[in-house]
């Protein structure tokens, strides 16, 4: 059985590499595209990418309150109540 701990570990992970992986490819286009102009369609493109590391960083301070909730009433290694 997967402590709470893990639970937590494991999906401030995937936060995280949704962040990076959002700003690596928004880094990649910029450098793809910066001797020509920037089209709309890539423009928008950008723009969801910056949406979606902000949208990241949200999620993980929000898992942090509810970790911290959670710490409180259960044990994180044995997900039994203190």
Do not use: W
């Not at 570990?9 to 936060?15: C, E, Q």
């Amino acid at each position: 059985m997967v402590n709470i701990r893990e639970l937590f570990h494991k999906i401030g992970n995937l936060h995280n590499k949704i962040s990076v992986g959002a700003g690596l490819t928004k880094v990649e286009l910029k450098h793809q595209f910066k001797d020509e102009p920037v089209s709309r369609e890539i423009e928008k493109v950008l723009n969801r990418l910056s949406e979606l590391e902000q949208i990241a960083v949200e999620a993980s301070k929000e898992l942090r309150q509810l970790k911290d909730i959670i710490y409180e009433k259960l044990d994180p290694d044995t997900n039994k109540p203190k």
